[in-house]
T-cell receptor, first 117, second 111 residues
């Protein structure tokens, strides 16, 4: 199956700093990428939909100035958590949809565990 | 809006068969997907149903009944490595074609 690479897998940062997470589709072009947040033992909460060449679409309640998303190419989307605070600590997962699959399969990255001190 | 319901926990023994149900409420239904997620890992795609009926992929099968807004994931010949969380996800017009995930079912396989 298709491969989505997400980096870093784990990051610890001080409160007030910004953290950038990269999501790359390695062997297919992804017109759409999704960013999720997941708390322990809970479901995937969609934060935003990232479309190549256009502004991201944020879900209700997600601060777009806090979580900056850039989808500069068909293989790369980035999520920047700006001025991170301890409450932003979470597991962030990206996924990409292949334009070639009629099943609209989402291929997920391995996730990034963010800990804000 | 839309909602999905699936059991929070299921326990079974090795070699057994287990069925994880998912009921949903939505409009403009496109399809129902199933994903597996091991602890600390990323979700991986298992199956997708857009039409009524059974889809079989090895030990895993998925069923959909659009008239009943219901689907299930069937896992046969359970193995210890099948212990994981299983999420159903629905795509529909309601959510602009994006997937909404259920809360997940934690499957524990015991020897």
């Amino acid at each position: 199956g298709a491969v989505v690479s997400q980096h870093p897998s784990w990051v610890i940062c001080k409160s007030g700093t910004s953290v950038k997470i990269e999501c790359r589709s390695l062997d297919f072009q992804a017109t759409t990428m999704f960013w999720y947040r997941q708390f322990p033992k809970q479901s995937l909460m969609l934060m935003a939909t990232s479309n190549e060449g256009s502004k991201a679409t944020y879900e209700q309640g997600v601060e777009k100035d806090k979580f900056l998303i850039n989808h500069a190419s068909l293989t790369l989307s980035t999520l920047t958590v700006t001025s991170a605070h301890p409450e932003d600590s979470s597991f962030y997962i990206c996924s990409a949809e292949s334009r070639d699959t009629f099943k609209n399969i989402q291929y997920f990255g391995a996730g990034t565990r963010l800990s804000v001190l | 809006g839309q909602s999905l319901e699936q059991p929070s926990e299921v326990t079974a023994v090795e070699g057994a068969i287990v069925q994880i149900n998912c009921t949903y409420q939505t409009s403009g239904f496109y399809g129902l997907s199933w994903y597996q997620q091991h602890d600390g890992g990323a979700p991986t795609f298992l199956s997708y149903n857009a039409l009524d009926g059974l889809e079989e992929t090895g030990r895993f099968s998925s069923f959909l009944s659009r008239s009943d807004s219901y689907g299930y994931l069937l896992l046969q010949e359970l193995q210890m490595k099948d212990s994981a969380s299983y999420f159903c996800a629905v795509r529909s017009e309601t959510n602009a074609g994006k997937s909404t995930f259920g809360d997940g079912t934690t499957l524990t396989v015991k020897p």
